[in-house]
């Protein structure tokens, strides 16, 4: 079915469904994000059985603050659903349930966004940092985690760091 | 060089007429330091460790190919084990993660040893001013020769290499 | 005999990061029972590079140039995959002939990353001349690169409404004399290769996996084809006009390595006819999108020192019209504003499904870019694939692959 379709028959299911630039978005919350992803592998009109990517991003300021953001595949009806929990900055670490008893390939996924945001995911077989150094201190995806990165000095001038230029 | 000779022989076989000696010496003998020599023999032979981590280290394996190739200079053969290489090409970007084992590596690797930076990302962390890279493995190793470029051409490298073999040239010690 | 007193205790191994295999910086931390794999660790992170961080420090134009690097061996896809997000999200679309060039160079760039592949895996695996042959091949690649983008690697070529410069003279002579050379040594490869008896033993029923397990695990891609689901993103969900080619996908359905290295290998011949395509239907036109709040303002050409500005540019911005010079100031200093979204956008990379999750908040640089990389999800196969089988599989199945770990650790 074409994406308006799809939208109309997620938004039987599901209260906030939001259609723009030829891409369906359904947001949850995170309690409800099991069921919803249940829902949207199991029906078989809709069959999302391949997970595309989990990944996050940090809106400081904003309450919920972290969204993650799952992205569905059917490989049998050709199509994309993006699925966006809204996690709250309190408490922190934030928590949702984990997707990997129901896709797999979350494993690694949800390692990453735990490494870079910090979002514990429950539920999740073996939750440890995935590209940073295990003992690194911080979350470095987070807006208020700094960019980091040397100063230059040149010709008599002081050029600070990228983060801090701003442009 | 006085050539010391056995009684009995001459130079040019036992028959026929004999040679001048001194002047045979001098032909067929280099005088040199050994200091000169052995500096040859090293830049020579010189053998890469296996050390290519991001884009640059498809550059290296592009200048040890056939096109533009290091066999020329006898280095086509990147030993994998450190400690049968003498110089280690850091090609790419050293992450946090890798700096430790980049350090080692170096440390396993015997006298004497050179180390080559290859790319802007490993001579001072290129483009990439942030978190998460070693902003110039001159900051955990010694470096000889840095060779600029995002990555550089085979070429670059190549002169780097020359540049390296001429400084072990230059600097010819006996360790 | 009496008891040796051997002792029967597994070992741990840890292989890499810095290895032979040229696969880039994996480390695997294996358990082995004598030369039997029992249980495997993939650690990754020994390439990471803070790209997706970078980029929200950067304009969306600069963003191209952290982007591209990722994936290092396939740069334009990270390219393509990057400027379709940002033009979806501002609404614009490239004009046809740029859209037909991109297309030209993601196939010639997927044959030069398929060469790279062949090359390292046949190092791997002992066939070491394979190395040298495939590098002959890929520097044809990179010298009809150089010509076009002025780089070899990383070329940030592929820009946000278009092209960056459009193709020089020369390029399409230099690309179809490419195309009449490569059938023939892509034969020599199978000649080396396929009917070789310690290749075939190397590969031939290696590193099977059930179609079901590899789509649980999300990995797409040469892997999910040569176990029979033809997947190709470029079928399946079309972008750029892929829909318009004709091409197949090749397919197998054995699954082992030895069927991974057919499917890459067919499809360096499905993209030498996709190439030839894009040659025919070049017909004159912009690179770039018209727009000027958009378009990347600077019109370079190649000139006597290499690519520069085209001097009638700069006189124009210089002596003839004020809007212009301030025009070009404000989209190289500030860059343009995207609205307000977010958007995933996926390519069919050499790799598999390379997306790009792109979140705006209305301003000049990106708030959040993300990259899924089909290595770091492909990896996820390593243990399922070598639990069980032999050291020496290891390699061969883990170069089936095709890590990229620039693509895996970003």
Avoid at chain 3, 175 to 196: C, T, V
Avoid at chain 3, 237 to 247: D, K, M, N, Q, S
Avoid at chain 3, 312 to 334: C, D, G, R
Wanted: aromatic letters at 8%.
């Amino acid at each position: 079915m074409d994406t308006p379709a799809l939208a109309q028959r997620l938004a039987q299911r599901f209260p906030e469904v939001l259609e723009a630039r030829g891409e369906v978005t359904i947001t949850v919350e995170a309690d409800e994000l099991a069921q919803a992803l249940l829902h949207l592998r199991d029906e078989p009109d809709l069959s999302f059985r391949f997970l595309s990517d989990v990944t996050c991003t940090d809106w400081p300021g904003l309450d919920p603050r972290y969204w993650l953001a799952y992205h569905l595949l059917s490989t049998e009806h050709r199509q994309r659903v993006r699925v966006k929990v809204g996690l709250p900055p309190e408490p922190d670490p934030p928590r949702v349930a984990s997707a990997v008893p129901l896709f797999p390939t979350a494993n690694w996924l949800e390692r990453e966004v735990f490494d870079f945001y910090g979002v514990v995911f429950e539920g999740h077989p073996d939750l440890r940092r995935i590209e940073m150094p295990e003992d690194w201190v911080g979350h470095p995806l987070r807006k208020d985690h700094p960019l980091a990165g040397v100063n230059t000095q040149y010709k008599g001038a002081f050029i600070p760091p990228p983060d801090r230029r701003g442009l | 060089m006085p050539v010391q000779r056995l009684p009995g022989t001459r130079l040019g076989g036992t028959d026929g007429p004999g040679v001048d000696e001194e002047q045979e010496a001098r032909r067929g003998v280099l005088l040199t330091t050994l200091g000169r020599a052995v500096a040859w023999a090293r830049k020579n032979s010189m053998w890469p460790a296996t050390f290519g981590l991001a884009c640059c280290a498809i550059e290296m394996m592009a200048t040890g190919a056939a096109d533009y190739d290091l066999s020329r200079w006898g280095m086509e053969i990147f030993r994998a084990s450190p400690r049968q290489a003498d110089l280690m090409i850091v090609a790419g970007r050293v992450s946090q993660k890798m700096g430790p084992v980049l350090r080692r590596i170096y440390d396993q690797m015997p006298e004497p040893k050179w180390v080559i930076s290859m790319g802007v990302c490993a001579s001072t962390g290129g483009m990439f001013n942030n978190y998460g890279l070693i902003q110039g493995v001159d900051t955990i190793v010694p470096v000889d020769i840095y060779v600029p470029g995002c990555p550089p051409r085979p070429e670059m490298l190549m002169y780097g290499i020359l540049r390296l073999h001429a400084k072990v040239q230059r600097e010819a010690r006996i360790k | 005999m009496e008891d040796l007193g051997l002792r029967e205790e597994t070992m741990i191994i840890n292989m890499g990061p810095q290895h032979p295999s040229t696969h880039g910086v994996l480390r695997m931390v294996l358990e082995l029972d004598g030369e039997y794999v029992v249980a495997c660790r993939p650690v990754l992170g020994y390439l990471h590079t803070g790209i997706e961080k970078n980029t929200e420090y950067r304009t969306w134009q600069q963003g191209v140039t952290f982007v591209t690097r990722a994936d290092y061996l396939s740069p334009f896809f990270n390219e393509a995959a990057y400027c379709l997000a940002v033009e979806r999200l501002l609404g614009i679309e490239a004009p046809p002939r740029a859209q037909v060039i991109r297309v030209m160079v993601m196939e010639l760039n997927r044959i030069a990353s398929h060469l790279v592949w062949l090359a390292t895996t046949g190092l791997e695996l002992g066939a070491i001349s394979m190395m040298l042959y495939g590098f002959r091949e890929r520097e044809e690649i990179l010298r009809i690169f150089e010509l076009i983008t002025g780089l070899r690697m990383n070329h940030a070529y592929v820009r946000v409404g278009g092209l960056v410069m459009d193709l020089p003279d020369g390029a399409e002579e230099r690309i179809r004399d490419f195309l009449k050379l490569m059938p023939g040594r892509i034969h020599e490869y199978e000649e080396l290769l396929s009917g070789n008896p310690i290749w075939r033993q190397r590969t031939v029923g290696i590193g099977q996996v059930s179609p079901e397990v590899m789509l649980g695990l999300g990995v797409t891609g040469p892997l999910l084809r040569a176990a029979g689901i033809p997947w190709d993103l470029r079928k399946e969900l079309p972008y750029c006009g892929y829909e318009t080619y004709e091409f197949d996908v090749p397919v197998r359905t054995e699954g082992d390595c030895f069927a991974r290295y057919e499917v890459r290998v067919e499809e360096m011949r499905q993209s030498l006819r996709i190439v030839e395509q894009c040659l025919d239907r070049l017909t004159p036109g912009p690179a770039m999108v018209e727009d000027p709040k958009i378009r990347w303002p600077a019109q370079l050409e190649v000139g006597p020192d290499g690519i520069g500005n085209s001097p009638a540019y700069v006189k124009h911005i210089m002596e003839e019209s004020m809007e212009a010079l301030i025009n070009h100031f404000k989209i190289v200093t500030q860059g343009f504003r995207v609205p307000a979204g977010e958007v995933y956008q996926a390519v069919e990379s050499p790799r598999g499904e390379l997306g790009h999750y792109v979140v705006s908040n209305g301003s000049n640089r990106p708030y959040r870019v993300h990259i899924r990389g089909p290595s770091f999800v492909n990896l996820q196969l390593v243990p399922t694939m070598i639990v069980g089988k032999l050291v020496a599989d290891v390699i061969a199945c883990v170069a089936s692959l095709d890590p990229v770990m620039g693509d895996a650790d970003r």
